[in-house]
Each structure stands twice: as C-alpha cells, then as structure tokens.
C-alpha cells in the first residue's frame, strides 16, 4: 500500500511529494497515519522553505561582501595621493594679500 500527499510551500504552490510505502504488517494506511503524515508534510515544506530562505539570504550576504569590498577599495587613498591632493587643494584656494587703503 502507499500513502502520497503534496508537500506545499508557503503560497500553497506544491513543491514536492511525500511517500509512505508498506505500512508494517501490511495493513492498509488509516485515518490516523493520514493526519500524521499530514503534519509530516507540512513540516517538510516548511523545512524547505526555511532551507530556500537561508540560501537566498547567504547569497545576498555573498553580494553585500563584494559590494562592500568595491566600495572599500574605491574609497581608500595612498597617504602620498592624500598629499598631493591636499596641497593641490592649499594651492589653489590661497587668497591674494590685501593692500591696505588708507
């Protein structure tokens, strides 16, 4: 004898299929085997979906790192380059001397 049921996900969109095959000692699958493998069932598509929800949130880390590490190497200086624009920078924002008038 088997016993199948669906295994749904979260927007009850089916996503697997679980099986009983030859309950022991042949006797056929009852009620009560039925609403335990029920439960089975719901916990299996929770399990998977909890499963789907860390990889998409390892793979969106995974992203953030790269992105992180771009931005990093983007936004960091040489000391020397740091100079350089620094008396650029001095260079050209000195002001003329002011005469003094009278």
Same mark, same amino acid.
């Given at each position: 004898?088997?016993?199948?049921?669906? *295994?749904?996900?979260?927007?009850?969109? *089916?996503?697997?299929?679980?099986?009983? @095959?030859?309950?022991?000692g042949n006797e056929p699958f009852d009620?009560?085997?039925e609403g335990m493998f029920e439960a089975f069932a *719901?916990?299996?598509?929770?399990?998977?979906?909890?499963?789907?929800?860390?990889?998409?949130?390892?793979?969106?880390?995974?992203?953030? /790192?790269?992105? @992180?590490? $771009? @931005?990093?190497?983007?936004?960091?200086?040489?000391?020397?380059? $740091?100079? /350089?624009?620094?008396?650029? *920078?001095?260079?050209?924002?000195? @002001?003329?001397?002011?005469?003094?008038?009278?």
């Amino acid at each position: 004898s088997a016993l199948c049921l669906p *295994i749904y996900n979260r927007e009850r969109k *089916i996503i697997g299929v679980a099986q009983l @095959l030859n309950k022991h000692g042949n006797e056929p699958f009852d009620e009560n085997d039925e609403g335990m493998f029920e439960a089975f069932a *719901i916990f299996c598509g929770l399990g998977i979906h909890h499963t789907q929800m860390y990889e998409n949130v390892c793979r969106l880390m995974s992203k953030q /790192k790269v992105a @992180l590490e $771009v @931005l990093s190497y983007h936004a960091t200086a040489r000391e020397e380059d $740091v100079g /350089k624009l620094l008396s650029t *920078i001095s260079q050209t924002t000195q @002001l003329p001397e002011a005469t003094r008038i009278g």
